[in-house]
């Protein structure tokens, strides 16, 4: 192996360029910060529920809630910012390029700058376009519109934050990337409170508290970013508009983009399928749906791991670390997966009772448990080879796959759901997990020995 040289990042050169020791502290230095990220996440959901909600006015909320989805339609676009980022960083940093490191951060800023100011730019398209697709009514749709305008100028922040994420996970730093996290939702949910509540903003208080957590993390973390930068490996504005890379990074982006959009696709059909079998059965999938959720926050944060550290791989040429990632990343993924399963079988019922108070959504709900139980097992296979495609920037395989999976799982709902209803519906969901991660899986023999007999 080689010595070890410390790096002007404080990263020792050595840890990063060539052969290097996958292990299992390794692994968990990068998940469990990112895990415990995500997690901010949710809380600060709840926050912002439980402040709109204390205001006593019902339409103050829905309107919140339908604000959410039309930020969730809008940046699930731009989820490929970090993914795209995270492999190409790692594969540099597995190089000990510096220059190259540098050179993609510099791109996709300037990307998520870019799309972040055309966002604002055609919000009033965005704006109209969400509320004709989800049509809350006139009352939900002007508290909607007052959250909206002042959310939209978040996003240069938002997706300068997707980049910024994106740099640190490729180079391994999931601590700050924790870090950042925190206190991009730690700013956003002290401010919420104080806003929301205190000074009397209410919706339009707890927008101005995300904009202003999403302009403090962008901020700091992009300053922290760029005083770790080596001077001596600056790039130059050519090398950053450098066609052949920017080629490579939009195709990562547009295959990442179409995989995206095809995930949230089988979201909205479930949420679309449930609600012919009446408002009852489609709560009760709602709150089963949280412990898919549940899951897959640490499945994720495996899957970052598993992003850097066969990224990495690649680009130091070293297949043994990168079959040492697939298969220690997959035992953790798969243990972990199995404890829950088992969890939620257990006390999954005790579980649906926490979450809901109806007696009717509580019952429908106890008869479909199983099934939320199952996806966090039938689904970490396809969580940990996202990690591993982006990391390898195997996108076109990442893209194709998907829409592979997503035809299969059109057709089990077309054959299963008018025999089985919901239970069809939630089988339909547990197959496209499980397909996703198997024909993934099938492309990876193949993937690296091309990969790595091109080195």
């Avoid at 404080?10 to 230095?29: D, K, Q, Y």
């Avoid at 529920?49 to 909320?61: E, P």
């Avoid at 809901?356 to 940990?384: E, I, K, N």
Wanted: proline residues 3%; positive net charge; hydrophobic residues 55%.
């Amino acid at each position: 192996m080689q010595a070890e040289i410390p790096g002007h990042d404080g990263v020792a050169i050595g840890e990063a360029a060539g052969p290097f020791r996958v292990t299992h502290r390794l692994i968990l230095s990068i998940a469990v910060p990112m895990t415990l990220g995500f997690l901010t996440t949710p809380l600060l959901g709840l926050v912002d529920t439980a402040v709109v909600g204390r205001l006593g006015d019902a339409t103050l909320l829905a309107g919140l809630a339908v604000g959410a989805v039309v930020f969730d339609l809008i940046f699930v676009t731009f989820n490929f910012l970090r993914s795209a980022t995270t492999g190409l960083v790692a594969q540099a940093f597995g190089r000990g390029d510096r220059r190259e490191e540098q050179t993609v951060f510099w791109r996709s800023m300037i990307i998520a700058l870019t799309a972040g100011f055309a966002t604002i730019a055609l919000s009033p398209l965005l704006l109209w376009a969400g509320l004709a697709l989800l049509d809350p009514g006139q009352a939900v749709a002007d508290v909607t519109r007052t959250y909206f305008l002042w959310r939209i100028l978040a996003a240069p922040a938002s997706l300068a934050n997707y980049a910024i994420l994106g740099y640190v996970l490729g180079r391994g730093q999931a601590t700050l990337g924790l870090l950042l996290q925190t206190l991009i939702n730690g700013v956003n949910i002290v401010l919420s409170i104080t806003l929301g509540l205190y000074v009397g903003w209410g919706v339009a208080g707890v927008a101005i508290a995300t904009l202003t957590g999403e302009g403090v993390g962008a901020l700091v973390g992009f300053a922290i970013v760029v005083s770790r930068f080596d001077p001596m490996a600056k790039p130059t504005w050519r090398a950053i508009a450098e066609r052949s890379g920017l080629t490579r990074l939009f195709a990562l982006n547009r295959d990442i983009m179409i995989r995206s959009f095809v995930l949230l696709a089988v979201f909205l059909v479930i949420t679309r399928v449930g609600t012919s079998f009446g408002p009852v059965t489609l709560a009760a999938n709602a709150v089963l749906m949280t412990i898919f959720l549940v899951a897959g926050y640490y499945l994720d944060g495996l899957a970052n791991a598993a992003e850097q550290l066969t990224g990495r791989a690649i680009g130091a040429g070293y297949r043994p670390a990168f079959d040492r990632a697939l298969k220690m990343t997959a035992l953790w993924s798969f243990a972990l997966a199995a404890l829950t399963t088992l969890a939620f079988f257990v006390f999954g019922d005790d579980i649906v009772d926490l979450l809901t108070t109806a007696p009717d959504v509580r019952s429908v709900a106890h008869a479909y448990t199983p099934w939320a139980a199952l996806t966090a097992m039938t689904g970490a296979l396809a969580f940990l080879m996202d990690g591993v495609f982006i990391g390898a920037t195997w996108s076109r395989d990442m893209r194709n796959m998907m829409l592979a999976a997503f035809v299969i799982y059109i057709a089990a709902l077309l054959a299963f759901v008018p025999v089985f209803g919901n239970h069809g519906l939630w089988a339909a969901l547990n197959l496209f997990l499980l397909c996703r991660g198997l024909l993934l899986l099938s492309r990876v023999p193949r993937r690296s020995a091309q990969t790595f007999a091109a080195q």
